[in-house]
Nanobody
Framework: QVQLVESGGGLVQAGGSLRLSCAASGNINSPNAMAWYRRAPGKQRELVAALTSGGNTEYTDSVKGRFTISRQNAKNTVYLQMNSLAPEDTGVYYC????????????WGQGTQVTVSS
């Protein structure tokens, strides 16, 4: 079992920044991968960014150049720095744990709300 706890969401004006954190605990293996997903109102959950313990990354096109995923392997914590936020970034952001960028397990955090006002 792996437990994931997100934090850092909130309300921000368009153009602002937020930093999300996700701490993983439990049966953490190596190598591994951690990712951020989001569910916008009325839409399906989508991958936002992912990062392996080896440093490989993946971003969805809409956040490239604005969001940066990073991690502290020693703390099993992943971060999502979100800059130049836009109203379309509004949603619930979830952390997920996996083995690689193509192998994901059904371990999710509880989610943290991000609301960007125009």
């Amino acid at each position: 079992q792996v437990q994931l706890v997100e934090s850092g969401g909130g309300l921000v004006q368009a153009g602002g920044s937020l930093r999300l954190s996700c701490a993983a605990s439990g049966n953490i293996n190596s190598p591994n991968a951690m990712a951020w997903y989001r569910r916008a109102p009325g839409k399906q959950r989508e991958l936002v960014a992912a990062l392996t313990s080896g440093g490989n990354t993946e971003y969805t096109d809409s956040v490239k150049g604005r969001f940066t995923i990073s991690r502290q392997n020693a703390k099993n914590t992943v971060y999502l720095q979100m800059n130049s936020l836009a109203p379309e970034d509004t949603g619930v952001y979830y952390c997920r744990y996996g083995r690689s960028l193509t192998i994901w397990f059904n371990y999710w955090g509880q989610g943290t709300q991000v609301t960007v006002s125009s």
